[in-house]
C-alpha cells in the first residue's frame, strides 16, 4: 500500500519536473491540434483542463486504493519509486492513470478507472490512446475493455490506428479483435510518420513477417496494392513480401491471389463473420476467373478433408449452399427471407381453401419441402 500511495502520489504531483504536452480536448473534434505547455511561466495546475483531469484520475486513483487491489495498476512493476520516469517516460504527469493500466495488463483496474470518467481515447504524448498503446503491447483483455466502452478503434491523431500498431508488432489476436469490432482495415497510418506514414495494415503485417497478421487481414478483405503519395510508384504486398524476405508470407499471397470475396476465407473466418457475410448476400460461387475457386468450392474441399467439423464457419457455408430449408433460412440474404415469407403466407392460405380441405397438413408440407425450397434462391452471382 505504501508503494502504491507513493507512486500514486507522484503521479497526481502538483509540481512537475519537466514539462510535457497538453491536449485540448474541446478541439479534437474539429483538428485535434495539441497544445504545448512549455515555458516557465506556464502552470498547469491553473488551467480548467488540468484541474478536470486531476479530479478524474484521484478519483480513479483512490477508489483502486479503496478496493485494495493485490495488483493494482499503480504499484511500481519496475521496483523503483519514481513511477513515471522509470515506468512511463513518455506519459505526462498527470494522465498516466488509464495508459499505465494497460501497461501493466490491468483490465480490471481499466474499468475502475473508466468509472471515474476517464477520457477512454485519452492521448500520452506520443499520441497514442490506451486502445493503441493495448494493441501495440498484445493487451488482448485490455482492448477488449476499452472497446466495450466504446473506445474508437479507428482513431489516430498524427499516429498510427490501433489495426496498423497490431499489425505491425504482429498480434493476431488484437488484430482479430478489433477486426470483429468493425476497425477499417485499409486505415493508413499518418503521413506525419517518415518511414511509416501512409501505409496500411497489411504493409505492416507483410514488412514484418507476421504470417498470421496477414491472413486475418486478408480474410476482412484488406488491399493488396498501396500508393503511399501521388509521386510514388505502386507497391504490392507481394513486392514488399518478398523484398523482405517472408517467403511463407509470399506464398499465401500467391496461394490466394485468386481469393475474391471475405468467403474465399472461411477456414481463417468466425462462424459469426460467415453468417453476417452470407445474410448481407455475399457471393458463395464468387471467382476472379472461370477455372478459379469459389467460396462453396473452398468450404466442399475442406468438408472432404475433415476439416469442417460440426459447427464451424465451413459447414454453414455448404448448408448455405444448399437448398433453402427452414434450417437455412436465417442463412439467405434479406431479400431471399422476404420473399420466402410471402411465399410461406401463400402457402397457408391456398391450404385452408376449400379444395384442400382434407389434405391441409399435407399440403402445408409439399408447399415448404418443395415448392419454397426450389423458389427461394440466393441472388445472380456476378461474374
Not at 499489425?167 to 497510418?189: I, P
Not at 501512409?198 to 505492416?204: N, T, V
Amino acid at each position: 500500500m505504501a508503494t502504491r500511495a507513493r507512486c500514486g502520489d507522484h503521479m497526481l504531483c502538483r509540481q512537475p519536473a519537466c514539462d510535457h504536452p497538453t491536449r485540448n480536448n474541446s478541439s479534437r473534434g474539429d483538428d485535434g491540434r495539441i497544445a504545448s505547455a512549455s515555458g516557465s511561466g506556464t502552470s498547469r495546475s491553473s488551467t480548467r483542463e488540468h484541474g478536470k483531469r486531476l479530479s478524474v484520475h484521484r478519483s480513479a486513483y483512490e477508489r483502486i486504493l479503496g478496493r485494495r487491489r493485490e495488483a493494482a495498476c499503480l504499484d511500481d512493476p519496475c521496483g523503483e519509486s519514481s513511477f513515471t520516469t522509470t515506468c512511463l517516460p513518455s506519459h505526462c504527469f498527470f494522465c498516466p492513470t488509464l495508459h499505465a493500466a494497460v501497461l501493466n495488463d490491468h483490465a480490471d483496474c481499466i474499468t475502475t478507472i473508466l468509472e471515474a470518467d476517464a477520457d477512454v481515447d485519452e492521448l500520452d504524448t506520443s499520441r497514442n490512446t490506451p486502445l493503441a498503446l493495448a494493441c501495440m503491447l498484445g493487451r488482448t483483455a485490455c482492448a477488449q475493455v476499452l472497446l466495450v466502452d466504446f473506445a474508437d478503434a479507428n482513431y489516430s491523431l498524427g499516429s498510427a490506428p490501433p489495426l496498423f500498431l497490431a499489425a505491425h508488432a504482429g498480434h493476431s489476436e488484437c488484430v482479430q479483435l478489433l477486426l470483429r469490432w468493425r476497425a477499417d482495415v485499409n486505415a493508413e497510418s499518418s503521413t506525419l510518420l517518415d518511414a511509416y506514414g501512409g501505409r496500411a495494415p497489411l504493409w505492416a503485417a507483410c514488412y514484418n513477417g507476421e504470417l498470421e497478421c496477414v491472413k486475418h487481414l486478408c480474410a476482412y478483405d484488406a488491399q493488396r496494392k498501396w500508393r503511399r503519395r501521388v509521386t510514388e510508384p505502386v507497391v504490392s504486398a507481394m513486392d514488399v513480401a518478398t523484398s523482405r524476405g517472408h517467403s511463407a508470407i509470399a506464398e499465401f499471397l500467391e496461394s490466394t491471389a485468386l481469393f475474391t470475396s471475405p468467403l474465399h476465407y472461411v477456414d481463417l473466418l468466425p462462424r459469426q463473420r460467415v453468417r453476417a457475410l452470407l445474410r448481407e448476400g455475399a457471393d458463395i460461387h464468387a471467382r476472379a476467373k472461370e477455372d478459379g475457386p469459389t467460396p462453396l468450392q473452398r468450404a466442399l474441399r475442406l468438408q472432404q478433408d475433415g476439416a469442417a467439423p460440426p459447427g464451424s464457419a465451413a459447414e454453414m457455408l455448404v448448408q448455405a449452399g444448399g437448398l433453402w430449408s427452414p434450417s437455412t433460412h436465417s442463412l439467405f440474404p434479406a431479400s431471399a427471407r422476404r420473399f420466402a415469407v410471402q411465399l410461406l403466407l401463400l402457402g397457408a392460405l391456398l391450404a385452408r381453401s376449400p379444395r384442400f380441405c382434407a389434405q391441409s397438413q399435407a399440403m402445408q408440407d409439399v408447399w415448404l419441402e418443395y415448392i419454397m425450397a426450389h423458389a427461394v434462391r440466393r441472388p445472380a452471382s456476378r461474374r
